[in-house]
């Protein structure tokens, strides 16, 4: 009787530290995904510079160590070039058919501005309702959180966009119909380099941190007319900023020169 309970604590040992080993690579595996979409969306792009570790950590809520591995896996596929003594820059942004929700980069890419913006006002705003009525504490603590990140943020566009597409994703994963999240996430990722520039704007930053606030707020007070209210200023914000990005043409920099700590660059 006493060998076989030993047995039996031994066999409930042994599988709760298998466990714990698998929970520790799907969270290595977790964040390496996460870091491909970024640049897969086009977020981070070949020669940008990876924030420390310690800001990746505080911007994917994950520990340093997780970091440190999954940039190591993304170095040893030539996705990323790790040299001592400098940043972490990305290296290759060939991804394969990589899918960041339901459809490639490419081929969201290949519709007109103004036909995404009616999808994304037509089924972001039904997708964020939803997740407003669904919406649980935890993801309201991680929405919180992110909004702390994004404050310290503000002269920093690579570090703000990470930050962005988390929160937004976080708000479409709170909804109850995947296929859709996976969708808006598409719909998201729309003319990154145009958004990646706009980044640079004078105030852009710092209206899309007030933007989130808002969204957050009408999160808060599980009012979903007012969160719907606060994603379509929010959107009309992009459209906006694509356009005028649209309109110049690609000739200017993507990131200029940072202008030191304040009030910086608005919206993506």
Do not use: W
């Amino acid at each position: 009787m006493s060998r076989g309970r030993t047995t039996s604590s031994a066999v409930l040992t042994s599988i709760t530290e298998m466990q714990r080993g698998i929970e520790k690579r799907t969270v290595k595996e977790m964040i390496s995904d996460k870091l491909e979409s970024l640049i897969a969306s086009g977020v981070l792009q070949v020669g940008d510079e990876l924030p420390g570790e310690r800001e990746l950590a505080s911007a994917l809520s994950v520990s340093r160590q997780t970091i440190r591995s999954a940039v190591q896996g993304l170095a040893a596929r030539g996705i990323v070039d790790v040299s001592q003594g400098s940043r972490t820059r990305v290296a290759g942004a060939d991804l394969g058919l990589l899918r960041i929700g339901a459809m490639t980069a490419r081929t969201i890419n290949s519709y007109g501005l103004d036909a995404v913006h009616e999808a994304r006002l037509l089924i972001e705003c039904a997708v964020v309702r939803d997740a407003a009525l669904a919406m649980e504490e935890e993801t309201l603590a991680q929405l919180r959180h992110s909004l702390e990140v994004q404050r310290a943020t503000l002269d920093d566009p690579v570090r703000f966009l990470i930050c962005d597409r988390e929160f937004h994703v976080a708000i479409y994963r709170a909804a109850r119909n995947p296929l859709l999240a996976d969708v808006v996430t598409d719909l998201y990722a729309y003319m990154m380099d145009n958004r990646r520039r706009a980044m640079g704007e004078a105030g852009a930053i710092q209206s899309s941190y007030e933007d989130h606030t808002a969204i957050v707020e009408a999160l808060e007070a599980r009012d979903a007319d007012a969160v719907v209210a606060a994603f379509e200023r929010h959107l009309a914000r992009i459209y906006e900023t694509t356009r005028q990005q649209l309109a110049v043409g690609a000739n200017s920099e993507v990131f200029p020169p940072r202008r030191g700590r304040g009030r910086p660059p608005t919206a993506a």
